[in-house]
């Protein structure tokens, strides 16, 4: 049996977020758009479901439109801000709120390049989005350190941050069972 590897994980949590279907509209006509060892025909108009990763791609192109998107805007972040402010454990936050806060990050990113307003969105975006992290990390570091079954309070976690939990409590526990073991192969201090 492989070891767990925190990093594989992490990685898992991003792939499947880009795997998930979105839905997409054709903007050009082209037989042939090869992916991987298949191909799709895009005909101009059509709508059908991609995997975001691949969506993405043909969107950068102009081939496809990316339709109903999730995003968040500054003023739900100020408000997840606020909430979580006020909340002594974490507020439920939707499953995909880090990638897509990355995402329009990036996108705001690629617009700042010609527009000074989106240069500012991305800021208070960024600014925002670390104030988040900042709050959650607090309660996830505080979570882990609890004994006993802390399932009632990590049911509101991204999957990003549970992973963080269970690495943290892991470590926590390794660590403490460290120190309380006196043996010869593991001498005390």
Request: hydrophobic content about 35%; overall charge negative.
């Amino acid at each position: 049996m492989s070891e767990f590897n925190p990093n594989l994980e992490l990685q898992r949590i991003i792939y499947d977020f880009e795997e998930k279907p979105v839905s997409i509209k054709c903007l050009v006509d082209n037989s042939d758009v090869h992916i991987g060892e298949g191909s799709i025909k895009l005909i101009k108009g059509s709508e059908f479901e991609l995997p975001l990763w691949v969506a993405r791609i043909l969107a950068e192109e102009k081939q496809v439109e990316i339709k109903n998107m999730k995003s968040f805007d500054i003023s739900y972040m100020q408000t997840v801000l606020w909430d979580e402010g006020k909340s002594q454990t974490p507020i439920e936050l939707d499953p995909d709120f880090y990638p897509v806060t990355s995402l329009q990050i990036e996108s705001l990113a690629k617009k700042a390049e010609t527009d000074p307003y989106a240069l500012r969105d991305k800021e208070r975006m960024e600014a925002l989005l670390k104030d988040i992290i900042s709050k959650r990390r607090f309660k996830i570091i505080k979570l882990s350190q609890k004994v006993g079954d802390p399932s009632p309070f990590i049911k509101h976690l991204t999957p990003e941050e549970l992973w963080l939990f269970k690495s943290l409590r892991d470590q926590l526990r390794e660590w403490e069972a460290s120190l309380l073991d006196c043996s010869k192969n593991n001498p005390c201090f």
